[in-house]
């Protein structure tokens, strides 16, 4: 096997989960990779490839008959409930699966599901009317997806503080300690493996009412080839989609409001041009785009001059490819009257998010209530952010005051 040359001695033992200084900051990293190293190789969690430029990690994400989705993190974690459906599932089945599934994401739902998301917005708002200070991940950032989510499943309300300690005692845990994150993800899965077989069995049992949610609809469809999708089938797309649905929209909106946070130039516009708020979403996310996933190679190819072999892994830096100066002009900085440049934040290809058009209405909505209610708000500076990157690169803690 090959090794590029690479200037950088860090980069044959980077450990993308543990780094020090890329939980701190990863772009000035990632900027000496796209300058000096854009196919850079580390033997670090088994050896992997990083691809840092916007069309290299295009390329991959594009490209389902040379990686697979079978494999989404370094080292690989093998679930013993199988693939995640149908995020680790690849063509042909995967389409069939998202076919099914992508009808109940459409602009259509999401539109009818608005004014519920603003409710939840504004009740979690409501509480911190008044006071001086609020911490923003967990009063807001946090629990909103978590309710959305709970309504768009059609979950019990009153299984709210069961589900989010699982969360916070699993999912949230040991996010730069590669053994605790897995053990913390494992546990959490399992939980919620035997939370929603349970559900699904029981709303299997009685089909007559009109379907509550998701959980419902799903009880009664059936596999595009024709057949009845079955039991363990729906726990595992429950659990994925539940999962998926989360952490990425609480970290976007933590990074966005970190950011704006210290710009109350552009907090300012944003209250008083609320109507831009959409626009400048997408440019926060190309700014922050925070998902770093892996990918299996299954055939020989060859990416960025590099060749790759099947059985190789490589990881794809979005968050680097949304500052690539090839592709963006003056990519550090913010600016919301950027032309409009497609980023990588939801993918790309085939496996592209299903839920983007789900965590763009919650974050533009959730971005117009903040403003509306606290047009303030700023960093509070004698309590700093906590920030980590890893899978992707989030906020855990985020103190604003409010007047």
């Known amino acids: 096997m090959s090794t590029p040359s690479c200037p950088m001695d860090w980069v044959s033992g980077l450990d993308i ?16 990779l796209r300058e000096a190293c854009p196919a850079a190789r580390s033997e670090a969690l088994g050896g992997y490839w990083l691809f840092s430029r916007y069309e290299d990690v295009l390329s991959i994400l594009q490209d389902a008959g040379s990686f697979s989705n079978e494999v989404l993190f370094v080292p690989p974690i093998k679930d013993p409930t199988g ?13 069939q699966y998202k076919k099914l599934l992508a009808r109940y994401f459409s602009p259509q739902r999401v539109r009818a599901l608005e004014p519920a998301t603003r409710e939840v917005a504004r009740e979690l708002l409501a509480p911190t009317r008044g006071r001086p200070s609020m911490e923003f991940m967990a009063e807001f950032a946090v629990p909103l997806p978590f309710r959305v989510m709970m309504k768009v499943f059609g979950l019990p309300a009153g299984d709210f503080a069961l589900l989010k300690s699982w969360d916070d005692a699993g ?5 730069s300690d590669l053994a605790l994150r897995r053990e913390a993800t494992k546990a959490a ?17 009685d089909t007559s009412g009109e379907p509550a949610g998701l959980v419902d609809e799903l009880v009664r469809a059936a596999h595009p ?4 999708l079955e039991l363990d089938e729906l726990t595992n797309i429950c659990v994925t989609l539940w999962n998926a649905s989360l952490h990425t929209t609480a970290n976007v909106l933590g990074n966005s409001v970190v950011h704006l946070s210290d710009r109350p130039d552009l907090r300012d516009r944003l209250t008083a041009e609320p109507e ?4 400048a979403l997408e440019e926060l996310m190309r700014y922050e785009s925070i998902v770093a996933q ?36 003056r990519p550090d900085e913010i600016d919301f009257d950027r032309p409009a440049k497609p980023h990588l934040m939801f993918g790309a290809g085939v496996h592209r998010c299903i839920g983007s058009h789900v965590a763009r209405m919650e974050l533009r909505v959730a971005l117009e209530e903040l403003h509306r209610t606290h047009p303030g708000y700023r960093r509070d500076p004698a309590r700093p ?3 980590h990157t890893g899978l992707e690169r989030g906020t855990t803690e985020l103190h604003l005051l409010l007047s």
């Open 17 to 32: 989960w543990t780094d020090p200084e890329l939980h701190a900051d990863p772009y000035p990293r990632y900027g000496k």
């Open 83 to 95: 693939r995640r459906i149908p995020i680790e599932l690849d063509p042909p089945e995967h389409g």
């Open 225 to 228: 080839a024709g057949r009845p």
């Open 385 to 387: 952010p906590h920030r």
């Open 276 to 279: 831009l708020i959409a626009d």
């Open 171 to 175: 999912l949230r845990e040991g996010t």
């Open 189 to 205: 899965r399992v939980r919620l493996l035997a939370y929603f077989r349970e559900l699904l069995a029981d709303r299997a049992r």
């Open 294 to 329: 892996a990918r299996l190679v299954v055939a020989d190819t060859e990416i960025a001059g590099q060749p790759l072999h099947k059985g190789e892994f490589v990881v794809t830096l979005t968050g680097s490819a949304g500052r690539d100066e090839r592709q963006f002009d």
